[in-house]
């Protein structure tokens, strides 16, 4: 795993004095992966370390506090994927109102310049930065060239005329559309918590679920999916096929939202350890049954579908 750095105080002489890589990179989408493409392009030129230059928490969800869950990656899959294209250390920044209100001119001159001695810039067309987004990439470019580093800004990455981004992803997944989703992201895309205690229901009628803490995922489409997935970050292991269900169960009269996981030919224990779920397909809507046996018969239908579109 690459290094992760809080603040931009922290980050080791090492990893200053090269490319930087900036942005939100929420989802690691074809978008952000060509903007990374580049700034690795550029890293190999100069020889020079590439650091990723990301926040924690998302900005959106500092200004929006009551937004709602929206994140397309928390903090480890967003450093995995940066990783997978390039990047060798992380500075995810922590975004707090201290950080929210500094200036433009600061951000550039004592973070990039003093504190990581940035030699390369790389952003995309519509990044901000600064007090109220009083900084933009013309102004990077300018200072830039006075403080003695070059920025490369990256055009609209586009797919049959629309943009590639986060807004579009989301979306997406909220009309249960995970295969769309998969095709912006240029992976599938996950949701990646700890299994914790459940009310074990599933097991009383035959199928036995991971309860799979959603954290500040987004809730894509309340349904079933077929799914993938990994245990614990056991690569050697494999990816294993599944079921799961999204939702409130309202056959059982529940409020609370749940992400139950059903993984074919399993007897393990999952309690506590780390599943990255990949959804694959939608397979319905979430339902109320009228009865235990016809939600039997119905979770059997969707784990027969499910091993369908898994095989496929």
Not at 8 to 14: N, Q
Not at 275 to 297: N, T, Y
Request: proline share 4%.
């Amino acid at each position: 795993m690459v290094p992760v750095f809080d603040d931009w105080h922290s980050v080791p002489a090492e990893w200053a004095g090269g490319v930087v890589a900036l942005g939100n990179f929420d989802g690691v989408h074809r978008g952000h992966q060509a903007l990374l493409a580049q700034a690795r392009e550029k890293a190999g030129e100069l020889g020079a370390p590439l650091l990723a230059f990301t926040f924690e928490p998302h900005p959106r969800g500092f200004f929006v506090p009551d937004t709602g869950p929206f994140r397309l990656t928390l903090a480890p899959a967003k450093t995995r994927l940066l990783a997978e294209h390039g990047v060798k250390a992380v500075l995810a920044q922590h975004f707090d109102a201290a950080f929210a209100a500094l200036p433009a001119a600061s951000f550039i001159g004592d973070v990039l310049v003093k504190g990581l001695r940035v030699r390369h810039v790389v952003c995309g067309y519509d990044f901000t930065f600064g007090a109220r987004r009083s900084g933009n990439v013309e102004m990077l470019r300018a200072e830039g060239t006075g403080l003695g580093f070059d920025v490369s800004v990256l055009d609209p990455v586009t797919h049959e005329g629309e943009i590639y981004s986060s807004t579009r992803i989301r979306e997406a997944l909220r009309h249960g559309w995970a295969r769309d989703a998969a095709g912006l992201l240029g992976h599938q895309w996950e949701i990646e918590g700890k299994v914790e205690l459940g009310d074990q229901r599933g097991r009383t009628i035959g199928f036995p679920t991971a309860n799979v803490a959603l954290g500040e995922h987004l809730r894509p489409r309340f349904g079933v999916y077929a799914v993938r997935a990994l245990v614990d970050g056991q690569e050697s292991q494999g990816w294993r096929n599944g079921v799961a269900n999204l939702g409130r169960r309202p056959t059982f009269g529940k409020l609370q939202e749940n992400f139950e996981v059903h993984l074919f030919d399993f007897a393990g224990d999952l309690y506590g350890k780390i599943l990255r779920v990949a959804l694959v397909d939608f397979i319905r809507p979430e339902m109320k049954f009228a009865g235990l046996d016809q939600l039997k018969a119905q979770i059997a239908a969707d784990g027969e579908r499910a091993r369908a579109i898994l095989a496929a």
